[in-house]
């Protein structure tokens, strides 16, 4: 695995938070309750992003420093009605930033929960992050929830709603199915090795 060294460095609730850039960084987003944390345990290890059944829990960009060399950074998850309004607009505003900055950033992982029908609010952060001329690369999670016929299905609904994407690659924390593909594509990220992505 690529990822054998992890720490928490920042949890930066404003732009002067965020630790000095790396040789490189990637974003991890989606909506709350998508699975990321528990999708980022897997990929560290260890369990070290907080886990919680109650969602919007991250409220913050959380910078966990990567084999010595790289950041990963964890988003707020979006679309957790039951947040205040302020509360939300800030959270937009510290994303919106943090994209503005020049910083060594690789790619974007945008998770989506493969169990539902393709959310506006993915639809939404996808546009915009493609806007912004990111490399976003959609990760559908939980795919043992779903039987094999109805899982090619939703596959093929992501792929069609998200045309543009670098690439597709489904996950689930349960089975590990797809880990090893997600991790060698972080680490091609991270290195900028984008000819021998897998």
């Not at 560290?44 to 060399?69: D, E, M, Y």
């Not at 994407?165 to 489904?170: D, I, R, V």
Request: net charge positive.
């Amino acid at each position: 695995m690529f990822i054998n060294e992890v720490e928490f460095e920042v949890d930066a609730h404003n732009v002067n938070a965020f630790p000095t850039p790396l040789k490189g960084e990637v974003a991890f987003v989606g909506r709350s309750n998508v699975g990321k944390s528990s999708l980022l345990n897997s990929l560290f290890g260890k369990k070290i992003a907080k886990t919680s059944s109650t969602p919007g829990k991250t409220r913050s960009l959380i910078f966990f420093k990567i084999n010595t060399s790289y950041h990963l950074v964890d988003f707020p998850g979006y679309g957790y009605a039951k947040s205040a309004k302020s509360e939300r607009n800030r959270w937009a505003a510290l994303i919106e930033e943090y994209f503005q900055l020049e910083r060594p950033r690789r790619a974007t992982f945008l998770l989506v929960d493969s169990r539902v029908p393709v959310q506006s609010s993915d639809l939404g952060a996808f546009e915009w992050l493609i806007s912004l001329g990111e490399n976003v690369f959609v990760v559908p999670t939980k795919i043992d929830k779903l039987k094999k016929s109805e899982l090619q299905k939703k596959l093929v609904d992501i792929r069609n709603a998200f045309g543009g994407a670098n690439a597709f690659l489904p996950v689930s924390t349960l089975t590990r199915h797809g880990l090893k593909n997600l991790d060698s594509t972080l680490r091609n990220c991270m290195r900028g090795d984008w000819n021998e992505q897998e």
